[in-house]
Nanobody, 120 residues
Framework: QVQLVESGGGLVQPGGSLRLSCAAS????????MGWYRQTPGNQRELVAT???????NYADSAKGRFTISRDNAKNTVYLQMNSLKPEDTAVYYC??????????????WGQGTLVTVSS
């Protein structure tokens, strides 16, 4: 079993900052890519940012210049530092990991989601 547990969501005023964390645990052999996605009611889940095991990053245009993704491979943890938050960043943020688990099975794992609300 593999589990992703997110933390760090909450309510923040426009222009403020939040830092999301996601820790992966379980029978993990290696994690290729970790990332953050977000979803609002009635819309599809969309990419925010991803980071590979060699720290190559990819950002959605909406996140460039404001958000920074990072990871700690030793802790199987990914972070998302979000600055200059806007009301349109309000969403449920989901952690994702593409990994190899015990017995060599490749998994695309998701966290349960954490709500970020940007409002005055």
């Amino acid at each position: 079993q593999v589990q992703l547990v997110e933390s760090g969501g909450g309510l923040v005023q426009p222009g403020g900052s939040l830092r999301l964390s996601c820790a992966a645990s379980g029978s993990i052999i290696s994690i290729y890519v970790m990332g953050w996605y977000r979803q609002t009611p009635g819309n599809q889940r969309e990419l925010v940012a991803t980071i590979t095991s060699s720290f190559t990053t990819n950002y959605a245009d909406s996140a460039k210049g404001r958000f920074t993704i990072s990871r700690d491979n030793a802790k199987n943890t990914v972070y998302l530092q979000m600055n200059s938050l806007k009301p349109e960043d309000t969403a449920v943020y989901y952690c994702n990991a593409v990994l190899v688990a015990a017995l060599g099975s490749r998994l695309n794992a998701w966290g349960q989601g954490t709500l970020v609300t940007v409002s005055s």
